[in-house]
């Protein structure tokens, strides 16, 4: 099933509101009346909305574990110098892995849960605000005294990262029995999302809540040292349906080097070996590696994209995978939707673009994959 930009719009405020009236909706969007509920009878045929009072019918969705923080960017407006004040624009956004990969999908009209912990402080109350907003389940936020996290990263004048430090404290504070407390919402979940700045006992917990109900379970790692410090949780007790590392963290969870393509099949090699059915290594501007088990790697390519901002494209990469898995599309498909979210995001100035929609990454694959190299086979890479 899939909704129009439009319902999609009308399914958002029914979720703020189950009780608002079409009149109310038609103000809203500055529509018409009558056009709303021809929208309203449309979602009701497609089950999405459940008879009066605009129910919304519930399909499994996905559950993201993970980390959620304000964004603190700063932009030099010339080429950064080293060592010296540096004139430039900075800005705060919502941000965090999980967060940010619950807002894509949210946003592409996929029903998210976020489980995470958040500080009670104004900036928290400011997070969990604008990330509702944009449609995310907040059902199971841990709220902690700790302060709410912050990313602050430093950029040049191309929008390429200069530095960056993260400040997680209050998702140290996310502990299993937060985990545990959603345990019914993991096991009828479509696909659960962890990210890396779990702590390691919420890690292995939310694992094995995962296995026992098996639910599919993909793995982001988010950094070198977090990569390297969850390798040993990935083992065939706890299978997983994917880990999606760029090449350092592929290197960091298996020990094994990964600077040609005969290495980073054999690095993914040893995560299938472990239980890992899919390994996405996103490659930078080659794009990236789709292996599977018991499968030929694919390698796919970069859409082609005007610069702007490359945060936030690894956390809109993976959204749209998990959309185009629920949508349907099998993991090679749902990877190229990836690749044109991502393509999208760092076209933006924004970590999460607030104009995303299922069509928008469609029209963006399309004409990229008019512009750009046909899909090679990893085979006739292996150098």
């Known amino acids: 099933m899939s909704m129009t930009d439009r319902e999609q719009q009308i399914v958002a405020l029914l979720r703020q509101d ?7 909706i038609a103000d809203r969007l500055g529509t018409t009346r009558g056009s709303v509920n021809v929208h309203l009878s449309n979602l009701g045929k497609k089950g999405v909305v459940l008879g009066r009072g605009y129910i919304l019918g519930e399909s499994p969705g996905v559950v993201v574990i993970g980390g959620a923080n304000v964004d603190v960017l700063a932009r030099s407006t010339a080429r950064a110098l080293a060592g010296t004040s540096n004139p430039g624009r900075a800005s705060l956004t ?17 029903r998210t849960q976020l489980v995470t912990a958040i500080g009670r402080d104004p900036m928290g109350d400011n997070l969990l605000a604008q990330t509702a907003a ?31 430090v993260s400040d997680m404290g209050a998702t140290a504070e996310l502990g ?92 993914a090699d040893d995560l ?20 599977t088990e018991g499968a030929e790697p694919v390698f796919l390519p970069a859409l082609p994209a005007a610069l702007e901002d490359v945060t936030g494209a690894g956390d809109a990469m993976l959204g749209a995978f998990c959309h185009g898995l629920l949508d349907g599309r099998d993991p090679v498909d749902a990877a190229r939707f990836g690749h ?23 029209s963006a694959l399309q004409a990229g994959l008019t512009n750009s190299p046909s899909t090679r086979k990893a085979r006739s890479t292996v150098r």
């Open 18 to 24: 189950p009780m608002i009236s079409s009149a109310a």
């Open 134 to 164: 944009a449609g995310v389940r907040l059902d199971h936020v841990h709220r902690t005294d700790q302060p709410t996290g912050t990313y602050t990263a430093v950029l040049d004048t191309d929008g390429e990262l200069i530095v960056a």
């Open 340 to 362: 044109a979210a991502a393509a999208l995001t760092i076209a933006s100035p924004h970590t999460v673009r607030a104009d995303l929609t299922p069509r928008l990454v469609e």
């Open 94 to 110: 919502p941000g965090g892995v999980g967060r940010n990969v619950a807002e894509n999908l949210a946003r592409l009209g996929t």
């Open 176 to 267: 299993p029995d937060c985990v545990n407390a959603a345990r019914d919402l993991i096991a009828s979940a479509a696909l659960l999302v962890l990210d890396g700045n779990l702590p390691l006992p919420t890690l292995a917990h939310a694992l094995d809540l995962a296995t026992a109900a098996g639910v599919r379970t993909i793995f982001e790692p988010v950094s070198v040292p977090k990569a390297r410090l969850a390798a040993p949780y990935l083992d065939v007790d706890r299978p997983l349906y994917a880990v999606t590392p760029n090449r350092d963290e592929l290197t960091a969870l298996t020990e094994l080097p990964t600077r040609g393509d005969r290495q980073l099949r054999a690095a």
């Open 272 to 291: 299938h070996h472990r239980g890992v059915q899919h390994v996405w290594v996103r490659l930078g501007e080659r794009g990236s590696m789709l292996s």
